[in-house]
C-alpha cells in the first residue's frame, strides 16, 4: 500500500521561483490537506480539500494555491517562492472530515 | 479554538509503561481528543482518538477523566521505536486540527 505520497522528498529554491509541491493518495480518501512545519514547531494547516473541485484556506494559506481536479492528487504551488517559506511540508488525506489523517513522509524545501 | 496543554519532554524506560498527559481545560462537548506521533523525520502517525469513554486499541490506551478536562495516552510496554514527539489534538466535527507542539518522549534501552 503506498498510502499518501509526496514529491519530491527534498528541493533547493531560489527567491521568486514557483514550483509545485506533489501529493498523491490511493485509498480514494475525499479529504485532502497540506500543513507546513517549521523547525521545533508544530504542523499548521495552509490548505485543505473536501473532495475533488472544492479547497478551502486553513490558517496559513498567504503565498500558496491549491486545485483538487481528482480525488487522488492535490498540488500545493508556491507563487513566488520566500525565504519564509523554508519549511518541511506534509501532505495528509482521511476518508471523511473528522477521520483520522494519514500524513505522507514529507517534502523538505529550502529557499535561499 | 480549544487549547491542550502537554509537558514538553518525557523520559521512559524501554518495557515500562509510560502515561503522557493533556490538559484540556476549556474543551466543548463536541470535542473529539485525537492523539498523534511523530517518529523522527517522518509525517505524524494517527495513534487513537475518543469523545467520552476511555478507548483502547493495537497501539495504546486513551484514558479520559469524567469531566473531560484532561487525558491521558498509555503506552503499555514503551519500546525504543515509540521515541516520538506525541500530540494531543481537540478536534471538533467542523474544525481541521491545530497540531501544538506536543511532548518528547524519550526511551532509554
Known amino acids: 500500500n503506498a498510502g499518501v505520497t509526496q514529491t519530491p522528498k527534498f528541493q533547493v529554491l531560489k527567491t521568486g521561483q514557483s514550483m509545485t509541491l506533489q501529493c498523491a493518495q490511493d485509498m480514494n480518501h475525499e479529504y485532502m490537506s497540506w500543513y507546513r512545519q517549521d523547525p521545533g514547531m508544530g504542523l499548521r494547516l495552509i490548505h485543505y480539500?473536501?473532495?475533488?473541485?472544492?479547497?478551502d484556506q486553513g490558517e496559513v494559506p498567504n503565498g500558496y494555491n491549491v486545485s483538487r481536479s481528482t480525488t487522488e492528487d492535490f498540488p500545493l504551488r508556491l507563487l513566488s517562492a520566500a525565504p519564509s517559506q523554508t519549511s518541511v511540508y506534509f501532505c495528509?488525506?482521511?476518508?471523511?472530515?473528522?477521520?483520522?489523517?494519514?500524513f505522507g513522509d514529507g517534502t523538505r524545501l529550502s529557499i535561499l | 479554538d480549544a487549547k491542550t496543554t502537554q509537558p514538553n519532554s518525557m523520559e521512559s524506560n524501554e518495557e515500562e509503561p509510560v502515561h503522557l498527559p493533556c490538559n484540556h481545560s476549556?474543551?466543548?462537548?463536541?470535542?473529539?481528543i485525537h492523539w498523534y506521533r511523530q517518529l523522527p523525520s517522518q509525517g505524524p502517525e494517527y495513534v487513537i482518538h475518543?469523545?467520552?469513554s476511555n478507548v483502547n486499541n493495537r497501539m495504546a490506551s486513551l484514558a479520559i477523566a469524567e469531566d473531560r478536562k484532561s487525558s491521558t495516552l498509555i503506552l503499555h510496554r514503551a519500546t525504543l521505536r515509540d521515541a516520538a514527539v506525541y500530540y494531543c489534538i481537540l478536534r471538533d466535527v467542523v474544525d481541521d486540527m491545530r497540531f501544538g507542539a506536543g511532548t518528547r518522549l524519550t526511551v532509554k534501552p
Open positions: 480539500s473536501v473532495g475533488a473541485g472544492i479547497t
Open positions: 475518543g469523545l467520552t
Open positions: 495528509a488525506s482521511a476518508s471523511g472530515w473528522g477521520q483520522p489523517q494519514h
Open positions: 476549556t474543551i466543548s462537548g463536541t470535542d473529539y
